[in-house]
């Protein structure tokens, strides 16, 4: 009865190559976010997403994309894959409050190795 | 645009010890800011929770504090045991009327036994 789940947790490809990583929810909250990881444990937003809008960081390379088949999914697709998007990958969500965000549950992250 | 830092980067302590770890934030308005600790490996797990018109949100041995006006909140976490080992991060809206969050670089903190 995992809260937030991904799928998978580890992920080794090679550059160039497109990939995603999956990510549920069972919380029944109405957002969802993608978060990165970096080297040095930096942990900075890439997308949030609820059914009114999707919020994209600027400093998102357009080469990544979320995609949500329904609330409790947003996925996360990568193209063309560089050495620097190697980093953990982690998923979280909230219910979006009147008073703004409720915490957030995150996933057990992604770790994703670009060779 | 926010921007969080949380002082000081790492910390050591004897086991028993109470300690405090304290995080700014460079844009008050904000709803709420929350506390979460990271094991090495493992995501992050959600502590507390302070609303803007909260002073004090207590859970257990941890209490922390929020002090829109000066930017500033505190995790106070009391007799320290050894399974409080990790990475403890900040985290504010990003800015007014945001629900994105913008995280500290964290306070990598060991207890030892």
């Known amino acids: 009865d995992t809260a937030v789940s991904q799928t998978p947790k580890y992920l080794v490809t090679q550059m160039g190559n497109d990939k995603s990583i999956k990510c549920e929810q069972n919380l029944g909250h109405d957002t969802m976010y993608w978060y990165k990881q970096d080297s040095k444990k930096f942990l900075k937003i890439m997308f949030s997403?609820?059914?009114?809008?999707?919020?994209i960081n600027e400093t998102v390379p357009n080469r990544f994309s979320p995609k949500s088949p329904d609330k409790a999914h947003l996925n996360l697709h990568i193209n063309s894959l560089e050495l620097g998007d190697s980093a953990v990958y982690f998923c979280?969500?909230?219910?979006?409050?009147?008073?703004?965000?409720?915490?957030?549950?995150f996933g057990p992250g992604t770790r994703l190795t670009v060779l | 645009k926010q921007e969080v830092t949380q002082i000081p980067a790492a910390l050591s302590v004897p086991e028993g010890e109470n300690l405090v770890l304290n995080c700014s934030f460079t844009?008050?308005?904000?709803?709420?800011l929350q506390w979460f600790r990271q094991d090495p490996g493992k995501g992050l797990t959600s502590l507390l929770l302070i609303q803007s018109s909260q002073r004090e949100q207590t859970s257990g041995r941890l209490n922390a504090s929020l002090d829109k006006s000066s930017g500033r909140s505190t995790l106070y976490i009391a007799a320290s045991q050894p399974g409080d080992s990790a990475t403890y991060l900040c985290?504010?809206?990003?800015?007014?009327?945001?629900?994105?969050?913008?995280f500290g670089k964290g306070t990598k903190l060991s207890v030892i036994p």
């Open positions: 985290a504010a809206p990003s800015g007014a009327g945001s629900y994105q969050l913008t």
């Open positions: 844009d008050s308005a904000i709803y709420n």
């Open positions: 979280a969500s909230s219910q979006l409050g009147t008073a703004g965000t409720d915490t957030q549950y």
């Open positions: 997403y609820n059914n009114k809008e999707l919020i």
